[in-house]
């Protein structure tokens, strides 16, 4: 079966400019996660769907990150602005259930200038 | 809320040798355990996770960990270390909902030659 697809792989922008993630998780997964994994540090969890659903947002900066999945398939994570700070890999993660394997896409690496 | 402690940032071992990656975590809650592994430019993988039942679990590649509840502890061993397992090593844990999940800072695991 076919990972779980993100897109850009790369992506630089000056601060204050905005962007946007896409991810594309397993066929048949409902549940899907965003993480930022700053270098140096494990993933940080962003935020957790369940279908198109928000499950757990607790760790996602608000003011500036926002996230949809709107049919419960593929999802976009946005940031608008960004900030020097937010330089980091996104990564984008799947499961069939809440309990299972989650499955890891390759990625997008944000620098932010 | 859950957290995971990884107390080695960086573990370098002599290819054959014996090796233990430790993660302590604490929740108020009924929890399941997992580790990742990244290999060098490649996204995180499951190695093995704790759910219920039998404390200790095998993995993939040779790995395997034990549950401790009372010490709150979850290390993973392997007892002959190959080259190929250089990688970053990351602890986790979720709720026993499958929500809130949080992974540790990693281990990095260097096999020297």
């Known amino acids: 079966e076919a990972g779980v697809a993100q897109s850009p792989r790369y992506k630089i922008i000056e601060k204050r400019q905005s962007v946007a993630f896409w991810c594309n998780p397993i066929?048949?997964?409902?549940?899907l996660y965003w993480y930022q994994q700053i270098l140096g540090q494990g993933p940080k969890l962003l935020i957790q769907?369940?279908?198109?659903?928000?499950?757990?947002d607790s760790q996602l900066p608000k003011d500036r990150f926002s996230a949809e999945r709107l049919k419960g398939v593929d999802s976009t994570l946005k940031i608008q602005p960004a900030k020097l700070e937010d330089s980091a890999v996104y990564l984008c993660?799947?499961?069939?259930?809440?309990?299972?394997?989650?499955?890891f896409g390759p990625g997008t690496r944000l620098t932010v200038l | 809320a859950q957290s995971v402690t990884q107390l080695d940032s960086q573990v370098p071992v002599f290819e054959e040798a014996p090796v233990e990656l430790r993660c302590n975590y604490s929740?108020?809650?009924?929890?399941?355990l997992f580790w990742y592994v990244q290999y060098p430019n490649q996204g995180l993988q499951l190695l093995l996770k704790?759910?219920?039942?039998?404390?200790l679990v095998k993995g993939i590649n040779g790995f395997e960990a034990e549950f401790n509840k009372s010490q709150t502890s979850f290390h993973l061993r392997k007892p002959s270390v190959h080259i190929s397992d250089t990688a970053e090593y990351f602890c986790?844990?979720?709720?026993?909902?499958?929500?809130?999940?949080?992974f540790g800072t990693g281990t990095s695991l260097t096999v020297i030659p």
């Open positions: 769907f369940q279908n198109n659903g928000v499950v757990d």
């Open positions: 929740s108020s809650v009924s929890v399941y």
């Open positions: 066929s048949g997964h409902a549940t």
């Open positions: 993660a799947s499961t069939r259930g809440s309990y299972n394997e989650q499955f």
């Open positions: 704790y759910l219920s039942g039998s404390t």
């Open positions: 986790a844990v979720s709720s026993n909902t499958g929500n809130q999940f949080y």
